[in-house]
């Protein structure tokens, strides 16, 4: 039986290409290499290359294709890692339905409601999810920071409505910060949103679905040496503790755990999905949902996975394979 071709797609046009790079090296690793033909494949806003060792040939965008050594090469399944636009907004997961082309990650919808922070987590509240009180503001209409602060109160955190790891987002306990800390935001988005601070225990939780069975993974318990669990805490191991599972108590992991899978389902989420809480007087709040969640060999997935006692390589196998048979 003949490899399939697999493109991870990583790159995008936000300021967390960084982040992406390396949840493609981490996928590429992943991946069943005995299976699949793995190729990194760059999505960036001046050109589309596909990097075959230290060689690069452009990606044709009219059918996601690339001429290497004198062969078009096609992609049977696209792993897209991007977080930002326009990996984790659903704009390529449109592109690449429209040519009929597979790929892990949610559809259209899905993608593009849970990109916009404001929207999924009120839209999820209408279902009985806890969240935190927020106020969504607009790039260019007014808006009374008296009215923000009433709302929210101090501390609170403000951060752009669409992004995934921590850029732009301040923790503001004052007033007299509020305004410098919307304006650092509106850099990255043309939305943001201020968010009442909960005091807690932060917790995220994986899943995925293939087969027609979900798997929940174990809780991972965040505790960040920083303020909060900003960029920096993210991506440097010394300033968090990452404890998998959680140290909570089994009636609270099954709460979450099936918090998470309903949240899946509601929204018709499709492959690895990651799904942020914060625990306040032992009730959790939604924080966010993340569908292309940071994928290297330190992100809170794969640790998840080895504590299921799942191989990653089996993992994969199966989200890859999910997505194709549902084409």
Known sequence: MSKKNIAVVYGGYSSEEVVS????????????????????????????????????????KADFSAEV??????????????????GEDGLLQGYLKMLNIP?????VLPA??????????HYLKGFGFRVAQSVLLHKGTAYELQDIATTTGFPCFVKPNAGGSSFGITKVKAMEQLEAAIQKAFLESSEVVVEQFIEGTEVTCGLFKAGGKITILPLTEVISANEFFDFEAKYTPEKVEEITPARISQELTSEIQQSTASI???????????????????????????????????????Q????????????????????????
């Open 21 to 60: 790079r390396r949840s493609a090296e981490g996928i590429c690793s992943f991946l069943d290499a005995e299976r699949y033909n793995i190729y990194p494949l760059y999505l960036g806003r001046e050109h589309w290359v596909l990097r075959v060792g230290t060689s690069e040939y452009p990606v044709n």
């Open 304 to 327: 998840q996975i080895a504590a299921a006692g799942l191989q990653i390589k089996d993992v994969f196998s199966q989200i890859l394979e999910e997505a194709m048979s549902a084409s």
């Open 264 to 302: 899946y389902e509601l929204l018709g989420c499709k492959g690895i999905v990651r799904i942020d809480y914060i625990i306040s007087d032992n009730k959790p709040f939604l924080l966010e949902v993340n569908t292309t969640p940071g994928m290297t060999p330190t992100s809170f997935i794969p």
């Open 112 to 121: 593009a409601l849970t990109f916009n922070k404001f929207a999924c987590n």
């Open 69 to 86: 050594d004198g062969k078009t090469l096609h992609f049977d399944c696209a792993y897209i890692t991007i977080h930002g636009t326009p």
């Open 103 to 107: 790929h892990t990650t949610c559809d």
